[in-house]
């Protein structure tokens, strides 16, 4: 980085807190609701350093103190990892030490450290994160997984590291955000429920299969309809019999809705699944083309110029 400062900014800043130590702690110190310790990220580090360890450029890591004296260890495993590789007969590590009133500031403040400081985290972490620090957007958005039956994990197994159903489906919260945006949280919950119905034991769902179906119901009554629902039911589990996994349909579904914008995904597959139904109910007279047309004519016309067909 330069010397210079490119931009503006403020002549003084105040200061919210400056009790920070740095200490020696044991390395076996607990951790608090972390990501997974991966070796590929270590090796990583080593290798920026010619496979070797570099005090030079590791950095203590930071330990919260709660008021009854408790410390947890909230970022800095990669580098604990790599420390006590280096000296592996060392009991203690110096570490920063950060007061902080309770747990939630703790994860308040590691969404502060690594969304606004680093690249490293993913969206489901920072998500999880935003949920144990009690921001409200993200306490919404988990009451809205756990209706629908899905979760966002940090995926380590631990207790603690899960927003929404613990026992639920996993998906990607920045296409499940983005359905309940476009769509609104029932519609989304009547997708998850039939989707479900089709792949109960698949361990996630696709966003942009969630997303397309909570487009066919929020904009039609094939999802409500209730001879046209079981009919849906069957087309799908057709699909699921040839293609398998919920992927594989997606991929065809959103193939048969393709048209020349390519970033409009969930609406291709809500296409697809509507001109495919239409080919195999129309093709087997479970419904008849006016009766078709008159359902879904207008959706489906609305949805071609969406994609652009």
């Keep these: 980085m330069s010397n210079k400062i490119f931009g503006k900014l403020p002549s003084s800043i105040e200061i919210l807190s400056d ?5 020696e702690v ?24 010619g496979g070797k360890f570099d005090r030079r450029i590791w950095q203590e890591p930071l330990v919260a103190e709660l008021p009854d004296g408790t410390r947890y260890l909230f970022d800095g495993d990669h580098r604990r990892a790599l420390y006590k590789m280096a000296y592996p007969t060392k009991e203690t590590m110096p570490v920063q030490v950060v007061r902080v009133k309770d747990k939630e500031e703790i994860s ?3 969404v502060t450290i690594n969304k606004t400081a680093r690249k490293a985290l993913n969206s489901n972490e920072v998500f999880v994160h935003e949920y144990l620090g009690g921001i409200q957007e993200a306490l919404n958005t988990g009451q809205t997984l756990t209706r629908c039956k899905l979760k966002v994990d940090l995926g380590t197994g631990e207790p603690g590291t899960c927003v929404g159903h613990s026992t639920g489906q996993q998906v990607k919260i920045d296409g499940f955000r983005k359905a309940v945006k476009d769509t609104g949280a029932q519609p989304v919950l009547n997708a998850c429920t039939f989707i479900q119905s089709v792949w109960p034991n698949e361990k996630s769902i696709g966003a942009e299969m969630l997303h397309g179906f909570a487009l066919l119901d929020a904009n039609t009554s094939l999802l409500r309809n209730n001879k046209h629902k079981q009919l849906l039911h069957d087309f799908v589990k057709s699909r699921a019999d040839s293609f398998g996994s919920s992927k594989e349909v997606a991929t065809n579904l959103k ?13 291709s597959v809500a296409l697809g699944t509507l001109t495919e139904f239409k080919n195999w109910a129309v093709g087997k007279k479970y419904i008849s083309r006016p009766t078709f047309k008159r359902y879904y004519r207008k959706y489906v016309d609305e949805l071609k110029k969406k994609v652009d067909i």
Excluded: C, H
């Excluded at 009790?19 to 200490?23: E, G, M, P, Q």
């Excluded at 193939?255 to 609406?267: D, H, I, V, Y």
């Design 255 to 267: 193939s048969a809705g393709r048209g020349k914008t390519t970033n409009n995904f969930p609406e």
């Design 26 to 49: 044991p390395v076996s110190i607990r951790s608090f609701k972390n990501r997974r310790t991966e070796a590929r990220v270590i090796k990583g580090y080593l290798k920026a350093s």
């Design 19 to 23: 009790s920070v130590d740095v200490r």
């Design 108 to 110: 308040r403040l590691f």
